[in-house]
């Protein structure tokens, strides 16, 4: 089968005989009828943490030809695992956008998030603070009609001007970490780059120059999902780059349901230099995870302040339902 689209991109059609697919991303195919007519299984495999199988019928019809194919070898087997060793799988790191914009090589801020279970297993982070599901408890009283003093969320909110540009470097270190399917809201971003063991770098200059093969700085994936890999015996790390170019409050999380309901999430304040000024007495001050200022710098990850529109800010948080569907 044919890939031509993924997450609702056009990519440079890559054939395939397989495709796993993670939590919240897209594919489309085209398949090449070219075999006998008649009936044909497409299985579908869930692996992780159960095994599930199902399959789909292909049906298809030629005049004049006898529908008759009989039995066929499957590409996967009932795991989800390749049945053979020469089966071709989808590969991201191979995939080339469709007429993409081009990827700029200096950032404006770089933000590294430290990703993982908070102690518990049923706690989960971005970066070392839980999104807490009462921040959308409704019988709490709206920012608007809360207290004049900031109310304090370190960890949770990232922030950017229009048009700049941002790295986010997700880590994964906890021993036996599983894989994260990680989606962004909004606007897509590079897959820049992704690898195994420490990233002892603040910026992904840095790491690019001490290890260039690990990164693409030139013609990267560009989607809306992407996953950190699994940890086994040594960290794991994954760099995306995105420009701002739609300003308001958008939303970055895990798409496991359990993780992002154990709080594996944050909110990004895009181009907030763009948006529309509100009456004085509807402002709050409300933190932000601030990176330092200059082209390719590291954000330490420590909540600073900036203030933000209330209502704007009362938007994003009610926002964040519509990204869990």
């Known amino acids: 089968m044919w890939v031509y689209a993924v997450d609702g991109l056009y990519v440079v059609p890559m054939l395939v005989e397989a495709i796993t697919m993670e939590n919240g991303e897209r594919y489309s195919v085209l398949l090449h009828l070219d075999q006998t ?6 299985r ?8 599930i199988t199902t399959s789909a019928v292909l049906q298809y019809a030629c005049p004049g030809v006898q529908s008759n194919p009989g039995p066929s070898d499957p590409y996967i087997t009932v795991s989800g695992a390749n049945s ?8 991201t790191v191979e995939q080339r956008t469709f007429q993409a914009p081009p990827i700029s090589q200096q950032v404006n801020a770089t933000y590294i998030l430290h990703t993982g279970s908070m102690n518990r297993g049923c706690l989960w982070s971005l970066n070392h603070t839980c999104y807490d599901a009462s921040l959308e408890d409704t019988s709490q009283i709206p920012l608007l009609g809360g207290p004049a003093s900031a109310v304090d969320f370190p960890g949770l909110v ?3 001007t229009f048009g700049s540009w941002t790295d986010i470097i997700l880590l994964s270190t906890d ?6 399917p990680i989606h962004k809201h909004s606007n897509k971003a590079y897959i820049i780059g992704q690898g195994t063991g420490p990233f002892n770098f603040t910026t992904v200059a840095e790491a690019a120059s ?13 989607r809306d999902s992407f996953v950190i890999p ?3 015996f040594e960290p794991t790390w994954l760099a995306i780059r995105f420009q701002s170019v739609n300003p308001g409050p958008s939303f970055i999380h ?4 359990s993780h992002l309901g154990g709080g594996m999430a944050m909110i990004f304040m895009d181009g907030t230099d763009r948006w529309p000024s509100v009456p004085d007495h509807t402002s709050r001050a409300a933190p932000t995870t601030q990176p330092s200022s200059g082209d390719d710098t590291k954000s330490s990850g420590v909540a600073g302040r900036s203030t933000i529109r209330g209502w704007w800010y009362l938007a994003c948080l009610t926002f964040v339902p519509y990204g869990l569907l």
């Open 230 to 232: 699994a940890v086994g």
């Open 158 to 160: 990232m922030n950017s």
């Open 175 to 180: 021993l036996g970490a599983p894989h994260h």
């Open 84 to 91: 053979t060793k020469d089966v071709n799988f989808f590969n």
């Open 210 to 222: 001490a290890m260039p093969e690990a990164f693409n700085l030139v013609n990267p994936p560009l």
């Open 37 to 42: 007519p008649g009936n044909y299984s497409i």
């Open 254 to 257: 895990c798409h496991i349901a």
């Open 44 to 51: 579908a495999a869930s692996a992780i943490p159960q095994v």
